[in-house]
């Protein structure tokens, strides 16, 4: 108590309209008090006795915004202080002596999952928590060795995570952090940071259930989907009317709390009235578009069922069945016209010792990569994502140049013959010419609409 009222006559006006934040009704979580003070005198008096010591000096100088964003927090409302989070057993590697506090820096999904347990396994299943794995990738020859080790740390682990190395003293090594890599390896063994997309110190799930978290990794030119969201209806629909997305809902169900458009959230990890909301970003896809020929995911009906049951809140089931068939055949065309023949290619010339000696040392590999990595990906995830700028010009449009006029080329010259069955194959005829009649139906085209 006494800590509290001391607090109380060191708040700066700042910490009163940081609370008057706080004070806003909210459609679920405890009501505050209805005066300032005793608002903020409640939620100082509902943490432990460490806490309100971190909360008294930092609140003084030291990152005292820190103070501010908390106390427009859930964890505030609720009792969880500075100590609850950042409190560590002296034998953790990341543990370090502050202030008369044995603290880490770091808050891992570990610490995190004491208290929220389902989300933290959920997340630790998915591809998410496994982002930092990809040593051994052609990415990461990219980015370690043909550009060089810092882009690889301040590019690749920026996004999928870095290794968090401790110095002795139990502070972080500044080489591997700051990090919020989604996949970054904490010292304690656990995977990720949930702050990468639950930003502190407000943890608002407002934030997490933007386009706009995702859009920090998930963006062009290799995985475009918040440009593909942007163009897409569902993303023209949620900006207009972004006021009647209830973002800030304590509960947001899908056609009980909002029915404005979906996001990024809403169809890869939001609740419907008969889907559990999930933190496996996986469990609802039925395609993996990300490798040089797409695959089937296991299981892939029962994920394709949940994710229809998403959007069988607002559309039809022959809308959304017809919407699968047209996506299907796009994933095929790009699959068997252009994945498969070209990897085939790939693997003759391989063979016939006609590639360079790493991934990346003659120009058809460098073709090859962006034709799947860039141009396909862009092509597939368009698709899925109602994006048809993206399955069209950024997409079906470049493969088909990369893999026309580069790629065949480039083929033909190393190893003549190598493309002979792909050329004869009954897709590829038109390189032999169009035939006249087509000649003539693009003739007349042009004569009516422009005189020519
Ligand atoms: C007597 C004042 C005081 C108390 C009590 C205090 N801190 Fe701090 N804390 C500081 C100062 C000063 C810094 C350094 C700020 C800087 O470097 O800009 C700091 C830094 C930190 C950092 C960052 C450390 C780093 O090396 O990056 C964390 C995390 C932190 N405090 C958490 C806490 C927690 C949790 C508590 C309560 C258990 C607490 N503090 C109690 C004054 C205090
Ligand atoms: C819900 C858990 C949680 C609570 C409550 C919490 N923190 Fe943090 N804090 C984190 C996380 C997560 C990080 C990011 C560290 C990492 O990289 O893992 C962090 C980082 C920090 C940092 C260093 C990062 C920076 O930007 O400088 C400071 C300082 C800090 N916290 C102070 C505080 C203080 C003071 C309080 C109480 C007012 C507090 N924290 C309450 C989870 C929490
Ligand atoms: C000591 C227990 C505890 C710890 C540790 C903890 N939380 Fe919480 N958290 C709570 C409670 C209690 C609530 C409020 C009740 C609820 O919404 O479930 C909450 C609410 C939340 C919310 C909902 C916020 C909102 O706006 O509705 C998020 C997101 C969250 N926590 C994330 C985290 C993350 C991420 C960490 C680790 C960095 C963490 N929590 C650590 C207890 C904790
Ligand atoms: C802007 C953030 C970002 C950067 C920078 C980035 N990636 Fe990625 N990476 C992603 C995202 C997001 C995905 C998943 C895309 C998807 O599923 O559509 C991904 C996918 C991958 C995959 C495919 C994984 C699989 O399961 O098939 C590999 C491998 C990879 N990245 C390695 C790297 C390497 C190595 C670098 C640096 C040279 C790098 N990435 C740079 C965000 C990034
Ligand atoms: C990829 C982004 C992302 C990551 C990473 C993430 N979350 Fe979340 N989280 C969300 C979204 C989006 C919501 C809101 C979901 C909803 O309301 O449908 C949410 C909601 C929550 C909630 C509130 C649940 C409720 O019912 O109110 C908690 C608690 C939470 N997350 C904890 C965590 C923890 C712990 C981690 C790390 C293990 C984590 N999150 C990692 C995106 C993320
Ligand atoms: C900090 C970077 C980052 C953020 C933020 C992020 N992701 Fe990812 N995401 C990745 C990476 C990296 C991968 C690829 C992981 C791999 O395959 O190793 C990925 C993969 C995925 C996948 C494919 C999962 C699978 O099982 O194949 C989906 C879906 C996804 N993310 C959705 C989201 C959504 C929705 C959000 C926002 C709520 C989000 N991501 C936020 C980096 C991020
Ligand atoms: C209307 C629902 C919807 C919205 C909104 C949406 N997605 Fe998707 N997403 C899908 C569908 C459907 C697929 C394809 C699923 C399948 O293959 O069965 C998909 C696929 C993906 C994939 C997998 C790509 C791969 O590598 O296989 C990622 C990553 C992804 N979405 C991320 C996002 C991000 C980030 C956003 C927001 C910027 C977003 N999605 C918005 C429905 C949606
Ligand atoms: C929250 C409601 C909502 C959800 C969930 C939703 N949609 Fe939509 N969808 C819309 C709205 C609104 C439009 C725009 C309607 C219009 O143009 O009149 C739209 C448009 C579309 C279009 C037409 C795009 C175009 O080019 O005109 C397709 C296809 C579509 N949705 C498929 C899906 C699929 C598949 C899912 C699930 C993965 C889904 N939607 C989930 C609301 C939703």
């Not at 500075?82 to 808050?107: M, P, R, W």
């Not at 980015?143 to 870095?162: K, R, Y």
């Not at 035939?435 to 609409?449: A, F, H, I, M, P």
């Amino acid at each position: 108590m006494r800590d509290g009222r001391m607090f109380l006559v060191a708040a700066s006006a700042l910490s009163i309209a940081a609370l008057m934040v706080a004070q806003e009704p909210r459609q679920q979580g405890p009501a505050l008090g209805a005066s300032g003070e005793a608002g903020l005198a409640k939620l100082i008096a509902a943490t432990s006795k460490e806490s309100r010591a971190c909360i008294k000096c930092h609140e003084n100088g030291a990152a005292p915004v820190v103070v501010e964003q908390w106390a427009q927090s859930r964890h505030a409302e609720n009792g969880i202080g500075c100590y609850e989070c950042h409190q560590a057993d002296k034998a953790d590697k990341d543990a370090f002596q502050h202030n008369g506090f044995t603290i880490s820096v770091l808050v891992t999904p570990k610490d995190c999952g004491q208290c929220h347990d389902q989300e933290t396994k959920e997340f630790e299943a998915s591809h998410h928590a496994k982002a930092a794995e990809i040593l051994g990738s052609l990415d990461n020859v990219l980015g370690d060795v043909v550009e060089g080790p810092p882009a690889l740390n301040m590019a690749c682990a920026q996004c999928h995570g870095s290794t968090v190395k401790i110095l002795a003293g139990g502070k972080p090594d500044p080489a591997t952090w700051p990090n919020e890599g989604i996949g970054r390896i904490n010292p304690d063994g656990s995977k990720g940071s949930c702050c990468v997309c639950h930003s502190r110190h407000t943890f608002a799930v407002s934030i997490a259930r933007q386009p706009e978290i995702c859009g920090y990794c998930h963006l062009r030119p290799d995985h475009p989907q918040e440009e593909i969201y942007a163009e897409s209806k569902h993303g023209v629909t949620y900006r207009a009317l972004i006021a009647k997305m209830n973002l800030d809902s304590g509960s947001w169900v899908l056609g009980k709390d909002y029915n404005a458009a979906p996001t990024c959230a809403t169809c890869h990890m939001g609740a419907t009235k008969d889907l559990p909301a999930t933190h496996d970003v996986g469990t609802r896809l039925s395609w993996t578009l990300r490798p040089e020929v797409s695959i089937r995911q296991q299981a892939w009906q029962q994920k394709r069922n949940d994710m229809k049951k998403v959007c069988l809140n607002c559309h039809a089931s022959s809308w959304v069945n017809n919407f699968y068939t047209q996506y299907d055949s796009a994933v095929d065309l790009y699959n068997t016209k252009f994945g498969e023949p070209a990897k085939a290619i790939m693997a003759k010339l391989q063979a016939a010792g006609k590639l360079g000696a790493t991934p990346f040392s003659k120009k058809i590999q460098w073709d090859y990569f962006e034709m799947w990595h860039h141009q396909g990906r862009r092509a597939r995830m368009g698709a899925a994502m109602m994006g048809p700028d993206y399955v069209q010009w950024h997409g079906f449009y470049e493969v088909a140049k990369t893999f026309y006029s580069e790629f065949l080329p480039e083929a033909e010259a190393l190893l003549p013959g190598v493309t002979a069955e792909v050329v004869n194959a009954p897709e590829n005829q038109w390189l032999k010419g169009l035939s006249q009649e087509d000649r003539d139906k693009v003739k007349e085209y042009y004569q009516k609409r422009y005189g020519e």
